[in-house]
């Protein structure tokens, strides 16, 4: 089943104060730290069963948390990550939770962390089977990853997944301009981490791609 690390996706950190949308937004922190660390300094089946337990977290947050769509994006990404992990058939189920959930993280609010759903959505439909395995369709991805760029022209992973979209269609001229304005994105406060694991990632694109 070809679902790969295209599929491996990060979020800008939420916004809000005050009583309940602070506790919110250290739910959605502790989401989006915990993805780091688990993604980024984990390997093996270390790397599997923190995912599994954190799909869990994300699951208990997004039900206490119904109407806010950074719960549903992340824990979307989460499980995107997770099947990315995991591989084969068995990551099936994973991927087709992570885009009902981003799904709704869309119907609720597309501009929650300036467009992430958009840009975890695409990422998912270029990186899955089609029919009848999955739902993979790259014109469907080309679509969501521009919606994504248009909430959020200048973001890391906007411009990140656009480009390898755009190396699986081998369009690498296309995709060496926007790995080179992913590289050029202003750090993210308080996620030092995601920021350091993305810039690696552009990095190895950019040595794949060159020359071509």
Not at 67 to 93: D, F, P, Q, R, V
Not at 183 to 211: N, Y
Request: hydrophobic letters at 40%.
């Amino acid at each position: 089943m070809k679902i790969t690390r295209g599929i491996i996706l990060a979020a800008m950190l939420a916004c809000g104060s005050g009583g309940v949308l602070a506790d919110l937004d250290g739910d959605v922190r502790h989401l989006q730290e915990r993805w780091a660390e688990i993604n980024y300094q984990l390997e093996g089946k270390t790397k599997l069963a923190a995912f599994e337990q954190l799909v869990s977290e994300a699951d208990a947050i997004t039900r206490a948390n119904p109407n806010a769509a950074e719960t549903w994006i992340w824990s979307g990404i989460i499980k995107s990550t997770y099947a990315g992990a995991k591989g084969g058939l068995g990551a099936l189920s994973l991927v087709k939770a992570s885009k009902a959930d981003l799904e709704r993280a869309l119907e609720i609010d597309p501009s929650a962390l300036q467009g992430s759903a958009y840009t975890s959505l695409g990422a998912l439909y270029y990186s899955v089977p089609g029919w009848p395995v999955a739902f993979g369709d790259d014109d469907k991805a080309e679509e969501l990853l521009k919606q994504a760029l248009s909430v959020n022209p200048d973001g890391i992973d906007s411009n990140y997944f656009y480009a390898d979209y755009l190396i699986n269609e081998k369009r690498y001229a296309e995709a060496r301009t926007y790995l080179e304005k992913a590289q050029q994105a202003a750090p993210r406060p308080g996620r030092e981490l995601a920021d350091s694991g993305r810039q690696g990632e552009i990095a190895a694109k950019l040595r794949e791609i060159a020359g071509k």
